[in-house]
């Protein structure tokens, strides 16, 4: 029987790290319990509201975020807040699936254009692996705003 499982980084500022990666992954954040959003409504303000009706300190409601799959396939990602820095390369990174289907130069233009969309969202650029057929099908190695490792490929 498969599992399902949850992804969860450490973080400084969970709320910042958790939009980024709701952007890179077309995921969403969840609303509070028990409180139903109106259409278009911001799901992180009704967090927001949420705990400071739950008399949560202001300075506390940083601590934790998460973001799901709309459509309910992909992992949940939480975030959490630590107040240690990363000091080394994280020993598992997350293969953003950018460019499904495509080969050579028309998988690396899609991962070029998604590369540039992160950038401007706060990632950083690495390097670039070019094909190396068969075995090599080409990735960007990028770091999130935090300075964890992820590969577009």
Known sequence: ???????????HDPKALSTFWREALGYIHPGPPGVDLPEGADPLAAWDDFLAQLGVPEAERNTK???EDPEGHGPRVFFQQVPEDKVAKNRVHLDVRAAPGLQGEARMAALESECTRLVTLGATRLHRSDPEPPMNAG????TDPEGNEFCLD
């Open 139 to 142: 990735f960007i190695v990028m």
């Open 1 to 11: 029987m498969s599992r399902h499982i949850q992804v969860t980084f450490d973080a």
């Open 65 to 67: 975020s998460a973001i």
